[in-house]
């Protein structure tokens, strides 16, 4: 019964999210002039946040697990005032990979929220804070295949990179023309290439370096303490 | 009434939400005009002198935003001149002042709003969405500073005993990575101590509750309702279709009538209230200050 009952009520969580994004596109483009593609966009970003975020709340988290997240997180940080070549992203994935989807995402979301601290806050907070928190999320997802397999980490984190730097690219044409236009998402991509080919290098850089190591870190705590 | 900086997080974080999503999805250009004279004019009033670099910055942005527009888009039906057989027209001229007006105002708001919030009145609001989530946010803000002396420490003593060299690239890269490893394993040893000593302490055995000294006074929600009740009106009013303007093939305005008027004045209204408090407290202060 009880099952069922937690079952009714993801059910209910996913149609309620699915409902809710439409709604979002619908009032956007009624309420304003042209289809205003930014809000509606940020008000989805926003809407997945939350939802993870009040998600997050109501389950049963350790405590060792939150204190692991916090550090994996002030890592990442610490990794973004390398100039050039970032372990950010790696970190992100070597997290979400070893100690789970929901670990991950709020690791990415929590290192894109704080940076920008330093790097500027603003409007694209909520966009950097998905797409940081979706590539630990999938790295979560795929973590059966990834553990086992370290080429293939490799090729998946040079993957992200090139999913992140275009997401972002996304963002920017929505910054600039409010509505997407294929046109600019190519001149964006186009534009970007370097920063795409930087955060590829760095993520396969890092992920050749430290998914030994902090691998074994990570599973040496899993095992030991139990996280 | 107090200053913007000492008003409760949560009022300022709505404010500056509903100014910000306004000023990016509104495109009249008295709209943007306003948002423009009057975000730089909070940006001014909370930087005082300091502001100057970053005024020339956005200066700077402006041109190219504007320019852009007519480089990459020829539509439009009043062509100015010809350059390579391409028109440039005054519509995609207007169009890109109208849009680069619109994004340097964001990056003010967006600056004021860095300049008002730190990340303890950040970590304020977002305790109240996840007080949990606030936990690990604030928890990794502390090792940042524990990590970054430890990286300091661990390195000074591979240097002693020789693991340590930056003669050239590689040496510098392998020395360092072999730090952060070891900075690794000590952060996640010293955070299961930590987590134990929180458990310990009572830390998950009832639901997390956020605290703060920022307390919601009674300015405070006046200021955020009032915010949200200008920004409800004034997307009503462009929900009428009175603050249209459309650029392409000539540029057209919404005829002015008074959802138009309700519209902008209350963006005004809304943009200057900030500045106005600001401007308002330091006069009083002033005048109080000249009694003593």
Redesign the interface.
């Known amino acids: 019964m009880a099952a069922t009952r937690l079952r009714f009520k993801e059910v209910l969580k996913y149609i309620a999210v699915l409902a809710f994004i439409p709604a979002i596109a619908a009032a956007g483009s ?5 289809q ?1 593609h ?2 509606v966009s ?1 008000a989805v970003a926003a809407a997945a946040l ?1 939802v993870f ?2 998600g ?2 109501k389950k049963q ?4 697990r ?6 994996m ?3 990442c ?2 990794g973004r005032f390398i100039p050039v070549i970032k372990p950010v992203a790696a970190l992100v994935i070597l997290t979400g990979v070893y100690l789970g989807c929901e670990t991950g995402f ?1 690791t990415g979301a ?1 290192t894109a ?2 940076s920008n ?1 330093w790097f ?4 694209w907070t909520a966009f950097m804070m998905l797409a940081l928190g979706l590539v630990g999320f999938f790295s979560g997802a795929l973590s059966k295949v990834l553990i086992k397999n370290r080429p293939l980490l490799i090729v998946f984190g040079a993957v992200c990179g090139a999913a992140y730097s275009m997401i972002m690219d996304v963002w920017t044409v929505l ?4 509505g997407f236009s294929p ?2 998402y190519l ?1 964006a991509v186009g534009t970007s290439i370097p920063y795409l080919l930087s955060y590829c290098v760095s993520n396969v850089v890092f992920l050749v ?2 998914s030994k ?2 691998g074994d ?2 599973m040496r ?1 899993k095992i030991k ?1 139990g996280v | 009434m107090r200053r913007i900086r000492d008003m409760h997080p949560l009022s300022v974080t709505v404010f500056f939400v509903c100014v910000t999503m306004l000023a990016m999805s509104v495109s009249h250009p008295a709209v943007t005009a306003a948002s423009l004279v009057l975000s730089m004019l909070l940006f001014t009033v909370l930087k005082g002198a300091k502001s100057i670099r970053t005024h020339i910055l956005i200066l700077i942005f402006f041109i190219i935003f504007t320019l852009i527009n007519p480089v990459i888009s020829h539509k439009g039906s009043t062509v100015l001149f010809m350059v390579n057989d391409t028109p440039v027209t005054l519509e995609s001229l207007l169009y890109g002042l109208n849009a680069a007006a619109g994004l340097c105002s964001v990056f003010y708001w967006v600056f004021s709003f860095s300049a008002v919030m730190d990340s303890e009145r950040m970590l304020c609001v977002f305790g109240l969405i996840s007080p949990r989530a606030a936990l690990v946010a604030s928890c990794s803000i502390r090792y940042l500073t524990l990590i970054k002396a430890q990286y300091r420490r661990t390195k000074l003593s591979m240097r002693a005993i020789g693991l340590y060299t930056d003669g050239n690239i590689i040496d510098l890269i392998r020395g360092n990575m072999r730090v952060f490893s070891s900075v690794i394993g000590w952060a996640l040893e010293n955070g299961i101590a930590t987590a134990d000593s929180m458990a310990a302490r009572g830390c998950g055995s009832t639901k997390r509750t956020a605290f703060s000294v920022k307390k919601f006074r009674l300015g405070d929600g006046i200021f955020m309702a009032a915010a949200l009740m200008l920004s409800a009106l004034c997307v009503a009013c462009s929900a009428l279709g009175s603050l249209k303007i459309t650029f392409y093939p000539k540029t057209v305005l919404a005829p002015a009538d008074a959802a138009g008027f309700i519209g902008i004045a209350s963006f005004i209204l809304l943009a200057v209230m900030p500045s106005a408090i600001e401007t308002g407290v330091k006069l009083k202060w002033r005048r109080s200050m000249s009694e003593v």
């Open positions: 009624l309420v304003f002039d042209e205003r930014i809000l940020l939350g975020f009040l997050y709340e988290v350790g405590t060792r939150l204190v692991v997240t916090a550090i997180t002030s890592l940080l610490f709020l929590l929220l704080i601290f500027g806050q603003g409007p910054w600039y023309a409010k046109k600019l001149a370096i430290l190591p902090v870190k990570l705590v303490y």
